[in-house]
């Protein structure tokens, strides 16, 4: 199919050039669009606590049961240049402040929408630049004015982390409170919150309320040699390579001539193995933790009483890392300075088994969430709202003011943008009404998700905030009161999606034309068009294939 007449619905197909010539009366100004479009289609559904959920297949051919959209993002493989870009600026949002990717997505979506119809309309780019870059201004000076609530540090953030688990998917009411717990516990006492004190562990079975806290650090793994524990002085080091040979099973030509040269090559691979193994006994090391292990390396830890831990992911590993203070080797040596711990050893919870890092006293520098579910979605459920309560505990330690929740800030600030937009003249008059329109996108989007009719709850919203009621958000059955409701939104998150929607969109509203160098598509030409033909004829030994 010709890439001139593809449609969004083709993502990720390519999209580009932008359409030209006597022909595109009827297609996009701005090459970003379309892409725009396909992915706040796939995205909007999943907007909010009433948002749809999605089976996701992955490229390994996995499918996982989600409503996340910062797994769907990340999962997509794009090939359009500004579909990357909102991607990048989404879930760069999500690593800055844990959520917000879908609000920085369907906000820079509708931004892009506003700034098409306003060149159709005859508004230089470079006028349309400058305004959005002053209307983000406005919007992020006017912030701070509608934070109409600080939380103290004695008061209980039990609403502000629900209202941040419930974001998504509608959170028991069970882990809030312990999140609440439990990031209090990490907390110094100068005020300060490190989020890695905090550590997640979901273990399959049992019951949503046979949750809780386990003292030190508890990791979904298992011990697979002879040795369980480490009863006394652990000293841990962490491995992202497999524990044996670089890579046991990596494809290699070996120049063998006889047999004996088979029986030196196996020797040998068993010597480097022993002097690694035996380097980390030397080192003093009894706990090594691996991604993957090798069964003659398995059999050397046992001969030295090293204690060998398999995780389930690289995650973990780097969690390990920064609680124990030792850095994740790149081989199979002995790091610098081993972590430290009193004891570590395998522990049933329920039906599941964890590893437990444990430290004497009560200055433990970790706890864990322990959360029990009967199915592999669910659990992945609570983990996801269990890290966005702990991110949101974080941005509260850094700023404690709140907004309004449910939308609520969306509209107050839609409104006061267009009235300053009835009031400005030049190209600021349009394109504040046209923010304004972007960010009111964003509780009709809620309303849709939840069911409600839009119309109806978005004209009631407006009513209440032209009356100077801006705590009027978008609830399950219509309009609420979100102090009422307790719904909030930690202004430091609201700020950074602000900006970060408004800076991608202001950089794809300036592109007229995506050029692709030679040879930069994704898709590489095939080296070896016909494999079954060189196997046929391969080239002599000891040449090299051009």
Not at 503 to 512: E, G, M, S
Request: hydrophobic share 40%; proline share 8%; glycine share 8%.
């Amino acid at each position: 199919m010709d890439s001139r007449s593809s449609s969004a619905r083709e993502l990720p197909e390519r999209l580009w050039p932008c359409p030209r010539g006597p022909g595109a009366q009827g297609q996009n100004l701005l090459s970003s669009l379309a892409p725009a479009h396909t992915l706040a289609r796939v995205i909007r559904p999943c907007y909010g606590p009433h948002g749809r959920q999605k089976l996701l297949v992955t490229a390994r051919g996995d499918t996982v049961l989600t409503g996340y959209a910062t797994a769907v993002l990340g999962a997509l493989e794009l090939e359009h240049p500004a579909a990357r870009l909102l991607r990048d600026a989404a879930l760069g949002q999500a690593e800055r402040s844990g959520d917000g990717t879908a609000f920085v997505l369907l906000l820079a979506e509708a931004l892009l929408a506003q700034a098409e119809r306003l060149l159709r309309a005859g508004l230089p780019r470079a006028q349309l630049r400058e305004a959005y870059a002053r209307a983000t201004a406005e919007t992020l000076a006017l912030l701070p004015s509608l934070a109409i609530r600080s939380l103290g540090p004695l008061e209980d953030p039990f609403w502000v982390l629900y209202s941040a688990m419930n974001a998504h998917t509608p959170s028991r009411t069970e882990f809030p409170t312990l999140v609440a717990q439990a990031c209090g516990a990490a907390q110094e006492l100068d005020g300060s919150f490190q989020p890695e004190r905090v550590g997640v562990c979901t273990l399959p079975g049992g019951h949503p309320e046979d949750s809780g806290l386990l003292p030190g650090l508890a990791v979904a793994a298992k011990a697979c040699g002879r040795v369980p524990v480490v009863p006394s002085d652990a000293r841990v080091a962490l491995f992202a390579c497999t524990f044996g040979l670089a890579n046991p099973h990596a494809p290699a030509t070996a120049h063998l001539s006889s047999p004996a040269d088979l029986a030196k090559f196996r020797k040998g691979s068993e010597q480097l193995v022993h002097r690694q193994v035996g380097q980390l006994a030397t080192a003093a090391v009894n706990v090594a933790v691996v991604g993957d292990v090798e069964a003659k390396a398995l059999a050397q830890a046992d001969k030295y009483g090293i204690m060998v831990i398999q995780v389930e992911s690289r995650r973990q590993l780097v969690h390990l890392s920064e609680v124990l203070g030792t850095p994740l080797m790149p081989y199979l040596m002995p790091p610098l300075e081993p972590g430290r711990c009193q004891r570590v050893y395998t522990q049933e919870l329920g039906e599941g088994l964890a590893v437990v890092f444990e430290w004497e006293g009560r200055d433990t520098p970790a706890l864990t969430l322990v959360l029990r579910g009967a199915t592999p979605e669910g659990l992945r459920g609570a983990e996801q709202a269990a890290y966005h309560g702990i991110d949101a505990y974080r941005q509260l330690c850094q700023d404690p003011r709140l907004l309004p929740g449910a939308g609520a800030t969306e509209m107050a600030l839609a409104t006061i943008l267009s009235e300053k937009g009835t009031r400005s003249e030049g190209p600021d008059g349009p394109v504040f009404q046209a923010f304004a329109q972007a960010l009111r996108s964003l509780p009709a989007t809620l309303a849709d998700n939840a069911g409600l009719p839009v119309s109806n709850v978005m004209a009631e919203m407006n009513a209440a905030h032209q009356a100077g009621d801006f705590l009027a958000g978008v609830g399950d059955e219509g309009v609420i009161n979100v102090a009422q409701e307790e719904v909030w939104d930690t202004l430091i998150a609201k700020a950074q999606g602000l900006q970060a929607g408004a800076d991608v969109a202001i950089q794809l509203a300036t592109v007229d034309e995506i050029v692709v160098a030679k040879g930069s598509s994704t898709r590489q030409p095939d080296s070896n068009p016909n494999p079954t033909k060189a196997k046929e004829h391969p080239p002599p030994l000891g040449k090299k294939v051009p």
